[in-house]
T-cell receptor, first 112, second 112 residues
């Protein structure tokens, strides 16, 4: 199993550009989530999904969209990038909320 | 706002000593998990303790949970240089909102 994969590993955007961060898992996990990690802030939940076709907002959802058309994929879309979205983004998946979360390696995003 | 807050923010100890870090949270929980993050990497699950458990062991790790004080502690015994990492607690609220929220982390440095 590849586990949780994220692409790209690193991305530079200009303010106003849009892009999609990809996340995929091959463990047939129902629960998937996106976090951003900023220095001194820990991980903050952006969006999460409890299964295909079901998504909900986390703590910091503004400026981001998600969809879950399949169990395997959970892309995160930045609609119009802003410097405040410069961060490291982690995707995670698990069988359920009470189970071990498996994290991807992260995407480092720089918005100029 | 963060559900969990780790204490201390940073901790440096000599190799072989024990390391203790604490997590406090705000709302009633179903479970509490501890994760480790090596620099620049994704998080790795260490241990999960349920709200009806008071103590749990895994190798050199010992976790306690005091629901009356809304706090947990992680003890790493006989520390090794490889334990150098950031440690995070994560909680899921028992309000049924399907969210897992992380604390701000403790940065542990083991001095050889």
């Amino acid at each position: 199993n590849a586990g949780v994969t994220q692409t790209p590993k690193f991305q530079v955007l200009k303010t106003g550009q849009s892009m999609t961060l990809q996340c995929a898992q091959d463990m047939n996990h129902e629960y998937m989530s996106w976090y951003r990690q900023d220095p001194g802030m820990g991980l903050r939940l952006i969006h999460y999904s409890v299964g295909a076709g079901i998504t909900d907002q986390g703590e910091v959802p503004n400026g981001y969209n998600v969809s879950r058309s399949t169990t395997e994929d959970f892309p995160l879309r930045l609609l119009s990038a802003a410097p405040s979205q410069t961060s490291v983004y982690f995707c995670a998946s698990s069988k359920g909320l009470e189970e071990t979360q498996y994290f991807g390696p992260g995407t480092r995003l720089l918005v100029l | 706002s963060q559900q969990g807050e780790e204490d201390p923010q940073a901790l440096s100890i000599q190799e072989g000593e024990n390391a203790t870090m604490n997590c406090s949270y705000k709302t009633s929980i179903n479970n509490l998990q501890w994760y480790r993050q090596n620099s620049g990497r994704g998080l790795v699950h260490l241990i999960l303790i349920r709200s009806n458990e008071r103590e749990k062991h895994s190798g050199r790790l010992r976790v306690t949970l005091d629901t009356s004080k809304k706090s947990s502690s992680l003890l790493i015994t006989a520390s090794r240089a490889a334990d150098t990492a950031s440690y995070f607690c994560a909680t899921d609220s028992n309000f049924g909102n399907e969210k897992l929220t992380f604390g701000t982390g403790t940065r542990l440095t083991i001095i050889p």
